[in-house]
């Protein structure tokens, strides 16, 4: 249900930015994934988050398996719609998929991008504002606790996450800023007073 529910609502949306041009609410270029969708790649990566696919993520920079995927798998129609829109080497116009694509389990790829969506998406003021939250949608604590393979994603928890960084889970991105716990704490000499002074008029 979700699969042909979801395609039809990406294709409708993918129609209306092509046919009107419409720009993007915010775009960081070749570092995000996508102009307009981020949940859609989600929702691609989760399908095929079990690993026993024989599709592998280095598969991503492939227009050929792009279109033969695209039918069965919201990861790849995004892939599929980005190569008709963009043009020039893929690790050009879309760096951060480039290097997703060197990442060895889908089930890798899941949980980075959750961590992507929380940091550049979620966890934007600019981007949440416009979001209507309701009886449905609602800003009350989860009542249920998140599964391990969440909350292993949490962008400000101080437990390192193992193993090897990732590339395109852990690349930076221009103007990141760490959280301020992750900061290191500079420790002033004992005595020392610091003395703001105040332009003459």
Same mark, same amino acid.
């Given at each position: 249900?979700?699969?042909?529910?979801?395609?039809?609502?990406?294709?409708?949306?993918?129609? &209306?930015?092509?046919? #009107? !041009?419409? *720009?993007?609410?915010?775009?960081?270029? =070749?570092?995000?994934?996508?102009?307009?969708?981020?949940?859609?790649?989600?929702?691609?990566?989760?399908?095929?988050?079990?690993?026993?696919?024989?599709?592998?993520?280095?598969?991503?920079?492939?227009?050929?398996?792009?279109?033969?995927?695209?039918?069965?798998?919201?990861?790849?129609?995004?892939?599929?719609?980005?190569?008709?829109?963009?043009?020039?080497?893929?690790?050009?116009?879309?760096?951060?998929?480039?290097?997703?694509?060197?990442?060895?389990?889908?089930?890798?790829?899941?949980?980075? &991008?959750?961590?992507? #969506? !929380?940091? *550049?998406?979620?966890?934007?003021?600019? =981007?949440?504002?416009?979001?209507?939250?309701?009886?449905?949608?609602?800003?009350?604590?989860?009542?249920?606790?998140?599964?391990?393979?969440?909350?292993?994603?949490?962008?400000?928890?101080?437990?390192?996450?193992?193993?090897?960084?990732?590339?395109?889970?852990?690349?930076?991105?221009?103007?990141?800023?760490?959280?301020?716990?992750?900061?290191?704490?500079?420790?002033?000499?004992?005595?020392?007073?610091?003395?703001?002074?105040?332009?003459?008029?």
């Amino acid at each position: 249900v979700g699969l042909k529910i979801f395609t039809h609502y990406m294709e409708l949306v993918r129609e &209306l930015q092509t046919v #009107y !041009r419409m *720009e993007p609410a915010g775009s960081m270029g =070749v570092w995000n994934l996508d102009d307009y969708q981020f949940v859609s790649f989600i929702w691609g990566a989760a399908q095929l988050s079990t690993d026993r696919e024989r599709i592998k993520p280095k598969s991503i920079a492939d227009p050929d398996m792009a279109e033969m995927l695209k039918s069965d798998n919201h990861f790849f129609a995004c892939l599929s719609y980005i190569n008709k829109v963009k043009s020039g080497p893929f690790h050009e116009h879309s760096n951060q998929l480039w290097n997703i694509s060197g990442v060895p389990l889908w089930s890798k790829v899941y949980t980075g &991008l959750i961590k992507m #969506y !929380r940091a *550049e998406v979620l966890c934007k003021f600019p =981007v949440m504002q416009h979001v209507k939250f309701g009886a449905i949608f609602t800003l009350e604590p989860a009542k249920t606790a998140p599964s391990s393979m969440i909350s292993s994603t949490d962008p400000v928890s101080s437990v390192p996450r193992p193993g090897p960084p990732v590339p395109g889970v852990d690349s930076p991105r221009p103007g990141a800023v760490p959280p301020m716990s992750r900061l290191p704490k500079t420790q002033l000499p004992s005595g020392l007073l610091l003395e703001t002074k105040l332009p003459q008029q």
